[in-house]
């Protein structure tokens, strides 16, 4: 078995935070909040290395935070009770938060360079009954593997199973569009424009079947542009848009 | 204290040609290597004499000619050490592979099970797999089941119960126990949940 | 040609743990070794120490210390040659995000942990990662803690130690060794710091 790492974009909104601070764009001792967004969407205009599932991820924790503040202004507040895990979320905690953080990045990045290395030297192996290994005695995995099946099984038979429905995060809705599906879509944005030299939106719109096909277009363009993968512009007002490579 | 430096390396085709040998599952032929190799055919002959009469000389390995191809082997002198250890690694910690691992996990929640119903529900074949379980006295032969076939069926046995430290087969994780990993915590937001 | 026959076999117990190896499906500690080979630990030791240091010199291939045992495996060098060998397709590639390798260090250090306490340090929810690194085998669940919810444990694997090319987990620098490398990284990393 071999691993592939993705070193690209950040793992989450404190690996971008260090970032912010290691650049000297922002001071870890006194962040506010106004202050953190005012640089991190200057970072973003900027930048290429942040995908879609970061900035959401960050802007969850932006509204953590917020909600802590609010709190702490408005302690009588109906329906505004902690969600549990979150009581950390004071002013100071960004800071403690990106002392704690910090050596496990290292260590991540330490990871790698160990698992690159590794990976250099292959040894024998039988390709259909390798690695991974299991402990025996590992009951979890045991059971894991049994009720997976189950779950692929019933799938198969046409059952609903709910077995890898993802939850919302506690009080606020999942904003997490399929960073997957926005990439696999630019891909093919990219090709059908490169094919073509430019086109125009409502013929990609014409591409687009679904609702969800359609949102998730718009938000490949929109991250297309911000790239600079490709230029949009308007020749007439409320005319059709162009798109070019 | 061998470090005396005297050895002279393989030349760097024949350090190839050994570490493709090596990680071969089959006889490689000399076109093949190569080709993956990047030399003449003559010179990949060439360092395949080159090892085979290393291994010869200093190693626990040799070069084995098969069916057209060539094969890394251990040495015929090796021969009890190896044996030996084959037999011991069979009694050692034992690993499982993600394939011996499912067929346990039908053969310990779907108990007695035959061969044709772990198939089923793992969508492979799994005779060796469950060879394998066998040797290694996780399960057991528990009867036949009747009827067409009349096919054999497997069941877990003690020393599956204690390797997994279980009083019983009831004691297996069910679904609800398991929901926390597999559904990634629908149900783990706190405490309340009422359907129970 | 290369028939000088000038090079030094190595000793015969070295053979006899390279054939062992060569045979070994997963990395062999030198209790085991010793015990098959009939000599004593210190010996299959030096023995091992032998036969790293000609692979080094002489060979495609190398030894790995890993999981408290030893393996044979192609040199690091042959590393280009050997993947155009081996069909890509049959070393399944797992894709790992950086976040999973980053809650993978964190599942590393802090072992045994419950899943809020990797969000608490990465400031994120993390089951989905938890689930792929479950599901590759990098992590398992070891047990719960004792108290209130009952969370489920996780810690790292012997295939995560194998992936990782570690022999143990005591492998890793440690935090504060991290914390070292970062606080003296930093000074290089941007000239804007000014408490020297």
């Known amino acids: ?245 | 204290m061998s470090g005396s430096g005297a050895e002279r390396p393989l030349s760097p085709v024949a350090r190839s040609v050994e570490a493709v040998l090596f990680v071969a599952v089959q006889p490689v032929g000399v076109r093949e290597l190569s080709s993956v190799t990047g030399v003449a055919e003559d010179q990949v002959a060439r360092a395949l004499e080159e090892i085979n009469l290393r291994y010869r000389n200093c190693h626990g390995l040799c070069l084995l000619n098969i069916a057209g191809g060539w094969m890394m082997a251990t040495s015929p002198e090796q021969e009890e050490v190896v044996a030996m250890f084959r037999d011991v690694a069979l009694t050692q910690k034992i690993r499982l592979s993600k394939a011996a691992l499912e067929s346990l996990a039908v053969a310990a929640y779907a108990q007695p099970v035959t061969r044709s119903e772990i198939e089923e529900i793992r969508g492979v074949r799994c005779e060796r797999v469950l060879e394998t379980l066998l040797r290694h006295g996780l399960i057991r032969v528990a009867g036949r089941r009747k009827g067409s076939g009349t096919p054999l069926l497997y069941r877990t046995t003690d020393s599956f119960l204690s390797i997994f430290g279980l009083g019983s087969i009831s004691d297996l994780p069910t679904l609800e126990e398991m929901q926390e990993i597999l559904s990634s915590g629908d149900e783990s937001s706190d405490g309340g949940d009422d359907e129970r």
Not at chain 1, 73 to 80: A, E, H, K, W, Y
Not at chain 1, 124 to 132: D, H, L, W
Not at chain 1, 211 to 226: C, D, G, I, K, N
């Open chain 1, 1 to 245: 078995m071999t691993l592939d790492v993705e070193l690209e974009g950040f793992s989450g909104p404190l690996d971008l935070l260090c970032h912010l601070v290691e650049t000297g764009e922002i001071q870890a001792s006194n962040i506010s909040v106004s202050e953190l967004i005012r640089v991190y969407s200057d970072f973003l205009l900027r930048t290429e290395r942040a995908g879609i599932n970061e900035m959401a991820e960050f802007f969850s924790l932006m509204a953590r935070l917020l909600l802590g503040k609010l709190k702490a202004l408005l302690p009588s507040l109906p329906g505004l009770e902690t969600p549990p895990g979150d009581e950390e979320l004071d002013p100071g905690f960004l800071e403690e938060a990106l002392i704690r953080y910090r050596p496990y990045r290292m260590a991540a990045a330490y990871l790698g360079d160990l698992m690159r290395s590794r990976e250099r030297s292959f040894i024998r192996g039988n390709p259909e009954e390798g690695p991974p290994w299991y402990d025996l005695g590992d009951l979890y995995s045991l059971s894991m593997v049994w009720w997976e099946m189950v779950g692929r099984k019933k799938d198969r038979t046409g059952h609903k199973v709910q077995l890898v429905e993802e939850a919302g995060w506690d009080g606020i809705p999942v904003a997490t569009p399929d960073e997957e599906q926005v990439e696999s879509r630019m891909e093919e944005l990219r090709d059908l424009i490169a094919g073509r030299g430019s086109m125009l939106l409502s013929e990609i719109i014409g591409f687009s079947g679904t609702r969800q096909l359609l949102v998730v277009t718009f938000l490949a363009l929109l991250e297309m542009t911000r790239l600079g993968i490709i230029h949009i512009s308007q020749e007439e007002l409320f005319g059709d848009v162009r798109i070019r490579s």
